[in-house]
């Protein structure tokens, strides 16, 4: 058969899946059963006419045009399935603390890459004030002779909060995805970010106690403090996930090796959204807050530390049991 | 370094050949929902503002819609991709009018997780700047995969969008209604020319103009000859004495004979 008696026997059924094609495109509501059952048969056949086309005319016009039909019919077929609510609350209740806990590991080491150099920087900046220009990063140094006179930098006029708590929030959510992208360097990237903050918490700690304005700082960071900390080693932990998966894969390739860690990494990266979120919130209206107790405000850290923690612990348990 | 080519096996247990995306076309559809993204955050910055001016509204509440404004902004940079290629299957509104699609590594359509890991790597795909990491990435990977890619298991195919039924059916023929098939190609056993190989050949004459008159003329129509000459089982390579000139004169007067034939079946069909 020549290509041209081929198209002429088969193109209504090939205009029609195209036809169809669009129309599950642009208005699939409008798509019938009768035409979804059209479509999968004439999609069928479309099939067998390309492997016919590919062997007997695999340079013509007619296979590339038969090549490209068929593609496109594949994966409007094939395609998963839109989110549903349901799945979304499957993600949250038992994918991400299921994950959590498989790799509790990870996210323990990225805590001590966050809290061993706090310390020490606190320490240090504590005993030796002069330490602080080389402990705290360049940006936070133009904190330090506010500090040497005693006073903070923690007021935020009230009608700024509401813009504050956004750039907080969104900014630690950007570091929190830098924190997880960066395992990909091997994980070195993840390690800096979390040694970095380390450094600025445990650096403007020691500072501020040394000058007698510690109890004040940790007033305004109780609040949100416990969420906040953590989160950045759920980040921390994800990217750790990823940089151990290119230094020591096991028996599979590295590139098999990252995807598989990717998979739950995405995990506590998507839990860190909406726990920076709602720190973010407490950063911008109850940390800042000089009416607020501080016992409420350790109230509030604790509480919701204790929430998070009883999510990811205890999340999932009977489903996935 | 790029692979140009990608066969999927279906469960129908036919292949489908599609071209891996390399970094221009994917340079292209990134202009656009760049486009796109600037376009909305000008209509996001609008509106907040013609709000507070229009109802004259005090300092407080404007601070409250600069940071639903911020809040915005953010959501539309890392979700306007995540948001598209989950419901769009793999699709941007700029992959789309380039026709680039993101797949999974066989082949398959993407899913929600896969989508997610890939544009937040965005984070690191674009250090230093201007997408430089991702760059390196897609230059040293055979399927021009970003750092994202490569994490989640994706790459972007090109789906051919290019040929239309219409176009199939009516090839731009070139007019040869003055071409008069001499004695010895009226001789020749041209009905033993494969579908196929007319095809080419019209297809070269069609675009033979493109082509220009050197190098490139004089290599196709020998190839083109030698093929038709091996499929009409005819020994003896007597056009290679010829000039490109008559050898192409040569390729229309036996695709005229090939047009002749062609109407022929289709009359007694």
């Known amino acids: ?321 | 370094m790029l692979e140009e080519n990608f066969q999927l096996d279906t469960p129908e247990n036919v292949q489908i050949d599609y071209e891996v995306a390399g970094i221009g076309s994917r340079f292209l559809a990134t202009l656009i929902d760049q486009a796109w993204l600037l376009l909305i955050r000008g209509l996001i910055l609008l509106i907040g503002g013609s709000i507070f001016f229009a109802f004259d509204l005090e300092d407080e509440t404007g601070i409250i819609i600069a940071s639903i404004g911020l809040l915005l902004f953010f959501l539309l940079g890392w979700g306007y991709y995540i948001f598209f290629e989950i419901n769009w299957n793999g699709q941007t509104p700029g992959k789309r009018q380039i026709g680039l699609r993101v797949v999974k590594i066989n082949g398959l359509p993407v899913s929600a997780s896969e989508v997610i890991i890939r544009n937040l790597m965005r984070a690191i795909d674009v250090i230093p700047s201007a997408y430089g990491a991702g760059l390196i990435s897609m230059f040293f990977t055979k399927k021009s995969q970003r750092l994202g890619d490569l994490a989640a298991g994706t790459f972007v195919i090109f789906e051919q969008t290019e040929v239309s039924l219409s176009e199939v059916k009516n090839r731009n023929r070139v007019d040869l209604r003055f071409v008069t098939p001499t004695e010895r190609v009226l001789d020749m056993p041209v009905e033993k020319i494969r579908p196929e190989l007319h095809d080419m050949a019209e297809d070269f004459l069609a675009r033979s103009k493109d082509l220009g008159e050197g190098q490139a003329r004089k290599m196709v129509s020998d190839q083109l000859l030698s093929q038709m000459y091996t499929q009409m089982e005819l020994g003896n390579d007597e056009y290679i004495v010829l000039s490109t000139a008559m050898k192409f004169d040569f390729i229309r007067q036996i695709c005229v004979r090939l047009r002749e034939l062609e109407a022929d079946t289709k009359n007694t069909a």
């Open chain 1, 1 to 321: 058969m020549t290509p041209d008696k081929f198209l002429q026997r088969r193109e209504t059924d090939w205009k029609a899946l195209d036809d169809l094609l669009k129309q599950a495109t642009d208005r699939p509501e409008s798509l019938t059963t009768a035409d979804a059952e059209r479509l999968g048969s004439l999609y069928r056949a479309a099939t067998s006419d390309l492997a016919i086309a590919k062997r007997d005319y695999p340079k013509a016009r007619l296979t590339a045009y038969l090549n490209q039909l068929v593609g496109r019919t594949h994966s409007l077929l094939y395609k998963k399935r839109t989110l549903s609510t349901r799945a979304i609350r499957r993600y949250f209740q038992v994918d991400i603390p299921v994950a959590f806990r498989r790799n509790v590991r990870q996210f323990i080491i990225a805590m001590l890459l966050l809290f061993v150099p706090a310390i020490i920087a606190g320490v240090l900046a504590n005993i030796d004030p002069d330490l602080a220009q080389f402990i705290l990063p360049p940006g936070a140094q133009a904190l330090i002779p506010q500090i040497e006179e005693g006073v903070l930098w923690t007021e935020i006029e009230e009608e700024g909060r509401p813009f504050f708590s956004a750039i907080i929030a969104t900014n630690n959510i950007q570091v929190s995805f830098l924190a997880f992208a960066g395992g990909i360097l091997a994980g070195v990237m993840t390690i800096f970010v979390l040694i970095f903050n380390g450094l600025l918490l445990g650096g403007l700690m020691g500072l501020t106690f040394h000058y007698g304005i510690g109890w004040g700082l940790t007033e305004f960071v109780f609040a949100h403090g416990v969420v906040e900390l953590s989160v950045i080693g759920l980040a921390g932990a994800a990217g750790l996930l990823l940089g151990r998966s290119l230094v020591s894969p096991g028996l599979i390739s590295r590139g098999d090796a990252l995807r598989l860690a990717a998979k739950d990494a995405i995990k506590l990266v998507v839990a860190c959204v909406p726990l920076l979120l709602i720190a973010g919130l407490i950063e911008g209206f109850i940390s800042p807050n000089e009416f607020i107790p501080f016992a409420v405000k350790v109230a509030v850290g604790l509480g919701t530390g204790a929430l998070m923690y009883a999510w990811l612990i205890l999340g999932g348990r009977k489903q996935h049991s």
